[in-house]
């Protein structure tokens, strides 16, 4: 608890503050209330020098990633590019309704498995306290509550309203919502071995689950998908030249940038809300691997190829310059382009 600790661990915690917003600038407005609340109590020397060690730890990520990016210019303008894209295609703002479900839903499916067992007493406890404001006609918020409700509102404020990219990114608010299930099981009228069997419950049943299942997100799972990631990278470095090959992937894009650098990549994410499609050029190209199985083919001339024991990659021969038309999870080639 920063708080109590004084102006060195407040200025600590400031340092790693800032080195992560550095590195994940929307960690900005998930952790920002937090710390200015952790700051607040300071001087206003304090609040300055806080204030500093934030932006040196910003500066430290901002300075080499710009330098790396074609300059300051060129990173800011790719950010708000990206900032935008976000806004306009998955935001309330932009999409409504529909967008509201869909991010609510994904939030709360991923807060679900990230906390396991551990949901069941932090539901209880937000359904009681909810309770007891409606009793009461007031919300009381205490010391130790309010850094958690800043920290917990600010996360699903942004994945709710803006956009929830990946399940792991509920991450950032896991510990706080991991504490919140501690102060609940602590609170419950039960006797104390309860208390402690709710506890071993909470940690074993996920263990055992990650450890002996093949759910999402299990070790089997892991394995499984590091398995089939090497095997189409394997394949594909084996059997198609890198300067007249085109791959086409979506959630394991940068997977493919990574492991299969001398391809050229595109990648193609679906517009949830949007029937329009896009198409794209594919020049000095005679042959198109779809990396990412989830990406259906709609063109006659696409090809399964298989790497692996059930691992299979969709080829397509073209000529150089087709026409590449990108809707949804589909894709298909032009047909007077296309190889005969």
């Known amino acids: 608890h920063t708080v109590a600790r004084g102006l060195t661990a407040t200025l600590i915690a400031s340092a790693a503050f800032g080195a992560t917003a550095g590195f994940r600038q929307d960690v900005l407005m998930i952790l920002g209330p937090l710390w200015v609340w952790t700051v607040w109590p300071l001087s206003w020397r304090g609040r300055a020098a806080a204030t500093g060690v934030v932006l040196l730890g910003c500066l430290a990520w901002l300075i080499p990633t710009a330098m790396l990016s074609g ?59 909810a309770y007891r404001a409606i009793r009461q006609g007031r919300l009381a918020v205490g010391q130790h509550e309010a850094p958690l409700i800043l920290w917990i509102a600010a996360g699903l404020v942004l994945y709710v309203g803006l956009h929830i990219g990946d399940l792991g990114y509920v991450l950032s608010i896991l510990p706080a919502l991991f504490v919140v299930a501690a102060i609940a099981i602590d609170r419950a009228v039960v006797p104390e071995r309860a208390r402690r069997l709710a506890l071993a419950a909470g940690v074993l049943v996920p263990a055992l689950v990650f450890t002996t299942s093949s759910a999402p997100f299990s070790a089997a799972a892991v394995a499984r998908h590091d398995w089939e990631l090497a095997s189409r990278v394997s394949y594909v470095r084996e059997h198609y030249i890198a300067n007249t090959t085109l791959l086409l992937a979506r959630e394991d894009f940068l997977l493919v ?43 006659l001339d696409a090809r399964r190829v298989t790497c692996a024991k059930d691992v299979d990659l969709v080829y397509l021969a073209i000529e150089p310059g087709s026409i590449i038309e990108l809707h949804d999870d589909r894709y298909t080639i032009a047909e007077s382009l296309a190889r005969r």
């Open 257 to 299: 940038r990574y492991y299969l650098p001398e391809y050229r990549t595109w990648f193609h994410d679906r517009d949830p809300y949007s029937r329009t499609f896009r198409r794209k050029r594919a020049a000095n190209v005679n042959a198109i691997v779809v990396f990412t199985p989830q990406l259906q083919a709609t063109s």
């Open 71 to 129: 300059g300051l210019l060129a990173y800011i303008e790719a950010v708000a590019r990206q900032s935008d894209f976000v806004r306009v295609t998955h935001s309330i703002v932009a999409q409504g309704l529909p967008a509201l479900a869909t991010n609510l839903t994904t939030t709360l499916y991923a807060i679900g498995w990230g906390l396991g067992l551990f949901a069941l007493p932090v539901l209880a406890i937000v359904l009681f306290e």
